[in-house]
């Protein structure tokens, strides 16, 4: 059974919790005293969904299910989890998190999605306020991983490690803070380019659109990469940090910056702040926007995972646990006859000029299927082993459309010790039409030594006992075809 969730507030951060804890498979229990908060949840789950279809072909759970409820204690009744994500007023805070708290199992750990209010403060009338901490996270908070994990003076230092080890089951990165800190380690540091980037426009020095590009196409895009220290330590070149401190460390005493002196924030600039802003959205509305934006960090974050390194690390971590849990990657699942490793839906960026799905996306949905066979047979992908595909012959049958759910087949025809000779058959949900095929021979190949070599004895054994379950199982029409006009 799905594990159930609380969440208090669904603005933009409690919108994007119920998303991520929805597409992990959690059940969610949401409270907002706003009239519209599942028309909002659902259309942030959305943008989460669209996502998620484009961040990953990891198996997700069955989504979970929301209940939007009329009270705090009602969505905390009976949870294994709460997350609060309230408008930042600590007096309001308070109340939720203690009626929270009062609602909740003794265990349930209970966390704030506060910017910057100290957790000593938040707790300060709960009930068993050593299962609280701050989970601090970043929009959008279905896609960002990093989430900040800051206790208070009575929280129990199990309380953030529990709270990190459901975090990591989400995707997400926690960061455990060493101590309470005002602000946490990320909106210091936000904080200080922030205050800033609106001297800067308040003294006329770059318009809003102008510190943007002085970011993007700078210090922005290496910041995802190698953040600010790493970054210096190469910039010192061989000689490191404390050559780089030597050259730029006296700049630090020049009066540069405007430290803590914050801009006052009269008519005239806010008057300023949004007419530049509204001009930088060019007429885009707030959901182009976003999709903008998670659209090119799905990219960042996939182009990150080529070289394994910071968010994309972080991924490929959360891919591999999500196929370790998915029912077929446990290797224990039936051997039907004919196997049905894999579903999917199409996308709306999957379609074409003709309205439906572009054919490279067939060879997508067949090339899943063969990573589901391999997974179901025992195989550890990215381990030293693998099956690579080394011929295809795929017929193209009927269209896909966007949104229609698809599932796919595999019967094996033929297997050595080095050779899988497998049919994949595409098909629609619901009217169960035939769709495509593929016919596909696989080479077991010892990846490290890259040769082709016999597929170790379990493997072996798996295969045989599919073979033995499909062999009487009448030849597809289409195997063995070749291309011709007559
Ligand atoms: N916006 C960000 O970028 C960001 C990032 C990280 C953390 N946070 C933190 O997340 C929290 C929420 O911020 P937000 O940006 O989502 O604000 P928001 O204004 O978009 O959403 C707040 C939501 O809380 C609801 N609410 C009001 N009173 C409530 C109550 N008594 N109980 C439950 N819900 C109530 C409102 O109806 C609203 O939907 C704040 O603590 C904020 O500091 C915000």
């Known amino acids: 059974m799905a594990e159930t969730v609380g969440l208090l507030g669904c603005g933009v951060i409690g919108g994007g919790w119920a998303a991520r804890f929805l597409l992990h498979g959690f059940d969610v229990r949401l409270y907002d005293p706003a009239s519209d908060a599942e028309g909002l949840a659902g259309e942030v789950l959305e943008n989460a969904r669209r996502a998620y279809r484009r961040l990953t072909l990891a ?102 490690e529990r709270a990190a080890a459901l975090y990591r089951r989400l995707g997400m990165r926690p960061l455990v803070l060493r101590r309470e800190v005002d602000a946490f380690v990320a909106d210091r540091l936000l904080e200080a380019l922030w205050r800033e980037a609106l001297w800067l426009v308040a003294d006329d020095v770059a318009t809003v659109a102008e510190v943007d590009d002085a970011i993007r196409f700078g210090a922005g895009l290496r910041w995802a990469v190698m953040g600010t220290f790493l970054t210096y330590r190469i910039a010192g070149g061989t000689a490191g940090m404390r050559h780089f401190m030597e050259q730029f460390g006296p700049a630090l005493a020049l009066p540069w910056t405007r430290l803590t002196d914050v801009p006052e924030l009269t008519e005239e600039l806010l008057d300023r702040l949004v007419a530049q802003s509204d001009e930088q959205a060019g007429g885009r509305s707030l959901r182009e926007l976003e999709r903008l934006r998670d659209d090119c960090l799905v990219s960042v974050m996939q182009a990150l995972r080529t070289h394994d390194f910071g968010a994309g690390a972080v991924l490929a971590e959360h891919e591999r646990a999500l196929f370790a849990a998915a029912p077929d990657g446990s290797g224990a699942a039936a051997d039907e006859a004919p196997l049905r490793l894999h579903t999917a839906v199409v996308a709306p960026e999957w379609i074409d000029y003709n309205g439906h799905a572009h054919e490279s996306r067939y060879l997508q949905v067949f090339g899943d299927t063969t990573d589901a066979l391999l997974r179901h047979i025992g195989l550890d992908l990215g381990g030293g082993s693998s099956y690579y595909t080394v011929e295809t012959h795929l017929s193209h049958l009927g269209q896909a459309r966007a949104e229609e759910r698809l599932h796919t087949t595999t019967q094996l025809l033929g297997h050595d010790e080095k050779r899988l000779h497998v049919f994949h058959s595409l098909y629609r949900a619901g009217d169960e039409a035939l769709l495509a095929t593929a016919e596909q021979m696989l080479l077991h190949v010892d990846t490290r030594a890259e040769r082709v070599a016999p597929a170790a004895p379990e493997l072996l054994a798996r295969v045989e006992r599919i073979a033995a379950a499909h062999a009487d199982l009448p030849r597809p029409d289409r195997a063995g075809r070749a291309i011709g006009t007559r």
């Open 59 to 160: 198996p997700l759970p069955a989504e979970g299910s929301l209940t939007v409820v009329a009270s705090a204690e009602e969505a905390a009744a009976g949870v294994a989890f709460v997350q609060e994500s309230a408008p930042e007023r600590e007096e309001l805070k308070r109340e939720l998190l203690a009626a929270a708290s009062r609602a909740a199992g003794p265990d349930v750990v209970i966390a704030s999605s506060t910017s910057g209010l100290l957790p000593s403060h938040l707790q300060a009338d709960m009930e068993r306020p050593e299962r609280f901490t701050v989970g601090h996270p970043f929009n959008p908070v279905y896609l960002l991983p990093l989430v900040e994990v800051c206790g208070g003076e009575r929280t129990a230092p199990e309380t953030l």
